[in-house]
């Protein structure tokens, strides 16, 4: 089994619904961040969290929300998806003491018709 | 804020040869880290390597080595007697010790390998 897992792995949705992507992870880590993936411009942070309580909007947050239920679990949702935000989500984890090496979900390919 | 530069969105190489990935980056902070990352065809990201900025000797992990030049602000990777399986895309990133060591990444740089 993955280290860090992402459900659903793939998704269709219209313009307007609500999304929750979920992230678990067994590695202990506290670190855990949603990136997406857009062809051309790389992974770019949406929000990171460093503990269950410490939640941070990173580069591109608006129109999105998360939620750290507990260490291992970090959700992201889309409250009312739009077009634009079909794209490759993927989380990651990292410890704190080697906070740059990220480990990666396999991703969730999430198209908003 | 951070920048990374990846000029090549895609290259070539023939199998057994070896192949050198660009990245440049940019900040005013002197302790950072340069990581390069592989994603296959199958969509994980994979870590291949890293450098820390007050590292004297280029990394090295295997085929994978990275090319540090930090007056120039360079990290190339460089991947010998390439493999068909090191067809994939290829990202750059930096994190920085002074801004919470949140990975920046560039835009990567499609790598196929041809027989």
């Known amino acids: 089994d993955a280290d860090v897992t992402q459900t659903p792995r793939n998704r269709i949705t219209k313009t307007g619904k609500r999304i929750m992507l979920e992230c678990s992870q067994t590695?202990?880590?506290?670190?855990m961040y949603w990136y997406r993936q857009d062809p051309g411009l790389g992974l770019r942070l949406i929000y990171y969290s460093f503990d269950v309580k410490d939640i941070n909007k990173g580069e591109i947050s608006d129109g999105y929300s998360v939620s750290r239920q507990a260490q291992a679990k970090f959700s992201l949702s889309l409250e009312s998806a739009i077009p634009n935000q079909t794209a490759l989500y993927f989380c990651?984890?990292?410890?704190?003491?080697?906070?740059?090496?990220?480990?990666f979900g396999e991703g969730s390919r999430l198209t908003v018709l | 804020a951070q920048k990374i530069t990846q000029t090549q969105p895609g290259m070539f190489v023939q199998e057994k040869e070896a192949v050198t990935l660009d990245c440049t980056y940019d900040t005013s902070d002197q302790s950072y880290g340069l990581f390069w990352y592989k994603q296959p065809s199958s969509g994980e990201m994979i870590f291949l390597i890293y450098?820390?900025?007050?590292?004297?000797q280029n990394a090295t992990e295997g085929r994978y080595s990275l090319n540090f030049q930090k007056a120039r602000k360079s990290a190339n990777l460089v991947i010998s007697a390439s493999q068909l399986g090191d067809s994939a895309m290829y990202f750059c990133a930096m994190s920085v010790n002074n801004a919470g060591n949140m990975l920046t990444f560039g835009g990567g740089t499609r790598l196929m390998v041809k027989p």
């Open positions: 590695k202990g880590h506290d670190r």
């Open positions: 990651a984890t990292s410890e704190r003491t080697a906070p740059g090496e990220l480990f």
């Open positions: 450098q820390g900025s007050y590292d004297e």
